[in-house]
């Protein structure tokens, strides 16, 4: 989202590729997931892979845009490397690298140990071992002990030495695929990227892109670096994880994702009931800070005000009630009409087609206007109207035993006589008929009005009293007072 952020704002194109050099970590179905989520979101692809009309499409001129359809392309680079002696070709096998893990604490391939391990420059025949088909990978050769200078657009100039740095495999033999690395330099040069701006999670792998630029000669033309901070637990330290969305009960992922290879499902934000323009907006403000108070942002509003200069360095408490909070204010901001249509498959479920087409949608949009306020998601619109599409069968008893009094059922027959007896049903008329009556009897107007809040909903709930008459008219309303003091009295 940033990224597209600052692309707009910068009148720049977004491009997406998909990075899928790692054949072991595939997910089937992955690819689309992350196009129609993006579509989902409103975040558009001007160049690279995009859905349209549920199918994938590629536009540009930079493709393919799939890196595991860049194999040839990859092993240019490769080459040069080998050749000019920026990298060297390795056989370890993983049985042999774990057992020099355990004979060297926090060992590493790098200067130290390179001389001691199967490679190239151990070796005299490495290219016939690899000509013969044995595996092998082609390492990075990083030189010791040099100050590697990350300029990052966020923390400004990040300082580290070589020496902590690992001889990165950059090429596999096995699937002919280069790793994250190599690949990621590569397709930034030759797409023309600008600027880089990922998760903190990638800045230690900052300084090896740098050396990797430095060799290939492209200095000049490196992105320009911004590392984000982390989105961190609700409770607690550490980064957030799915794990932290199943045990909170939030969602972590944008839409539900059924991973094919173990049958699980994670929930989605989408299929949750929250709002994509809700999402980017709670998203934005995770780690962007604007320079006032305002909260609400459209995309538009986020592309004119989003700068990197106000991105924190410091990682962001993940907090999903505010999330909540931003879906209830983008659901407010819905025409009730809007809110109608989306209630309708809902309704539909409870009540059965037929009835809800006899209810019609210019009163299911007069319903929804008057619980509106009082939810966050329009799957919780339910629960607070159910009572003016259904009588009661069953009424509370916490508001039974504080609302319903000893004389609430000589109250409610006289006032079922009053509203009989109304010819204007409407909330005034309603309202100078039956509270003069009230007072004249000293009945106590709480007393009454809550004895027939209880009778029409069957609790103490909902919205004012003649709104409700309003929706029910004359003669349901009735019909539930009577239906009220037969099951109570």
Known sequence: MYNYLFARQHDGDMLLRIEDTDSTRFVPGAEEYILEALNWL????????????????????????????????????????????????????????????????????????????????????????????????????????????????????????????????????????????????????????????????WLPSAPLHVLLYRAFGWEDTMPQFAHLPLLLKPDGNGKLSKRDGDRLGFPVFPLEFHNQKDGSVSSGYRESGYYPEAVINFLALLGWHTSGDQEIFSMDDLIAQFSLERVSKSGAKFDYEKGKWFNHQYLQLRSNEQLAVEFRPILVEKLGEKAVKNIGQEKIAKIVGLVKERVSFVSELWEQCNFLFVAPDEYDEKSLKKRWKEDSPKHMKELYAVLKAQKDWSAEALDATVLPWIEQNEYGLGIVMNAFRICLVGAARGPHIWAITDILGKDETLRRVEAALKKLS
């Open 42 to 201: 409103g975040i558009e692809i001007d160049e690279g892979l995009r859905m349209r009309d549920g199918q994938i499409e590629s536009v540009g001129e930079h493709g393919p845009y799939r890196q595991s359809e860049r194999r040839d392309i990859y092993w240019e680079y490769v080459k040069y490397l080998l050749d000019n002696q920026l990298a060297y070709v390795a056989f370890d096998t993983p049985e042999q690298l774990e057992a020099k893990r355990k004979e060297i604490p926090n060992f590493q391939y790098d200067a130290t140990t390179r001389s001691m391990m199967d490679n190239s420059l151990t070796c005299l025949n490495a290219k016939e071992r690899a000509l013969s088909g044995e595996p092998y990978v082609v390492r990075f050769l990083v030189e010791p002990d040099e100050e590697v200078v990350v300029h990052d657009l966020i923390r400004g100039d990040v300082v580290i030495n070589s020496n902590i740095l690992d001889d990165k495999v950059l090429y596999k033999s096995s699937d002919k695929l280069p790793t994250y690395h190599l690949a990621n330099i590569v397709d930034d040069h030759l797409m023309g990227i600008t600027h880089v701006i990922r998760g903190e999670e």
